[in-house]
């Protein structure tokens, strides 16, 4: 820009979202900062500090302030929030997903009206085998609404994808990763005080530093295939007499969990922790040698990012998106092709057959992986993909003051 040319004001980019989740509060906050954007979010469900979760079957506390750090507003539905945007002029709007209700009807209102909309969410080209039926029949309701978006975040293999065979082109697509609060578990797990944590959980249960710890950490629900874990585990000490087994969380498979546990494992080889906010978990996974994720379906599957943060490799099927961009086969992780034990198992014995140091390379190369899908190195792209936005809609063609 020369000095004769007139300084540009910020975008003024306003999120539409149902709730606010912890996993995106950092990308939020992030954006805040920004000198070339004026940022805003605008959501339904209220933000509390305890809430009971119907999924985890408890109550449940994320261990910090979702609000902090950013300009927010709630809205009373999602019939008001296309409106509050409106009215607080923004240039564009981001719209994370089109599943929740009220969500198309947004899409469609300001596609009709020219407004620039950028798509963010996690998406997976395999069906949820919740509701194969109705996935299948709202696959074709998917693409649509996707067409009317000028501009998407896209956060690996899988998303790009699913926007691609949708008919986006390849000019509007963004790398915004999902990510987590990476600057936090990167300096959680070189902490001294969380690496004696993690110590202190081992000798506490009468684990060895040398036995062979594997975490499972989730809702323990059908889609997560906590009994496919079961399973693994129960096979697991059949051939390793070493193998000991930590579940971080809860939901309404836990009691059947305990269940199986007391009929088919040994008492002392697996230990439930129960639900643990996630900017907590890092001293159960500095605890374990392995991640294992046994998900039936996933939109991303955000412990892996977390996992590999703290240099611990990840043990997943390709139903799990995070398998198309951070997980390499061998080098920083292991990938299977069905989330199911007789494959899970061969895989972990394998593991735990590598040499201490071939097993701390693993580690090594998955916080490698993992810091280049933290959000810091790619919130530009926030930027240049609300920018974009403006300048394919209706309004930027025409050259129309978007406010």
């Known amino acids: 820009m020369s000095p004769a ?19 995106e509060v950092p990308l939020f906050r992030l954006c805040a900062q920004i000198a070339e954007l004026q940022f805003k979010v605008f959501y339904i469900q209220p933000v509390v500090s305890q809430r009971f979760d119907t999924e985890y079957v408890q109550q449940i506390d994320w261990g910090y ?5 950013f300009d927010s507003a709630q809205v009373a539905s999602a019939t008001e929030l296309a409106p509050a945007a409106q009215e607080w002029q923004a240039d564009a709007v981001l719209i994370y997903g089109y599943g929740w209700p009220g969500a198309p009807r947004i899409i469609l209102r300001n596609w009709l009206r020219g407004q620039a909309q950028v798509h963010r969410g996690t998406l997976n080209y395999y069906l949820d085998p919740r509701r194969p039926i109705k996935g299948r029949m709202l696959r074709p309701l998917g693409r649509m609404l996707l067409r009317l978006f000028h501009a998407h975040h896209y956060g690996g293999d899988y998303s790009r994808r699913v926007l691609l065979d949708a008919g986006a082109k390849e000019s509007s697509l963004f790398f915004v990763p999902y990510s987590v609060d990476s600057p936090h578990f990167l300096a959680a797990a070189a902490n001294p005080d969380q690496q004696k944590a993690a110590s202190d959980i081992r000798t506490s249960l009468g684990w060895a530093s040398d036995d062979h710890v594997i975490v499972f950490i989730a809702q323990l629900n059908w889609f997560k295939g906590p009994d496919i874990a079961m399973e693994v585990f129960r096979q697991m000490t059949q051939v390793d007499p070493k193998a000991r087994f930590l579940v971080v969380g809860s939901g309404r498979m836990t009691e059947a969990m305990k269940a199986d546990a007391q009929q088919y494992i040994h008492p002392g080889i697996i230990h439930f922790a129960g639900f643990v906010p996630s900017a907590q978990t890092v001293a159960y ?7 294992l994720c046994t998900s039936r379906y996933e939109t991303w599957a955000r412990m892996v990012n977390e ?3 703290c240099r611990r490799p990840c043990l997943v099927s390709r139903m799990v998106p995070a398998v198309g961009g951070l997980i390499v086969h061998n080098e920083n992780g292991y990938v299977v092709e069905e989330p199911e034990a007789s494959q899970f198992v061969p895989v972990i014995q394998g593991h735990f057959n590598l040499s201490q140091d071939e097993r701390q390379r693993m580690g090594d190369a998955a916080c490698q992986k993992a810091q280049t899908f933290a959000y810091e190195p790619h919130v530009g792209n926030v930027v240049a993909a609300a920018h974009y936005a403006l300048a394919h809609s209706q309004r930027g063609k025409s050259g129309a003051n978007p406010k």
Do not use: C, K, W
């Open 307 to 309: 996992a590999m943060l």
């Open 5 to 23: 040319d007139p300084v540009q004001p910020p975008l003024r980019l306003a999120v539409l979202t149902e709730s606010i989740s912890h996993f």
């Open 65 to 69: 302030n979702l609000l902090a750090g």
């Open 285 to 291: 996974y500095l605890a374990s040698d392995l991640v």
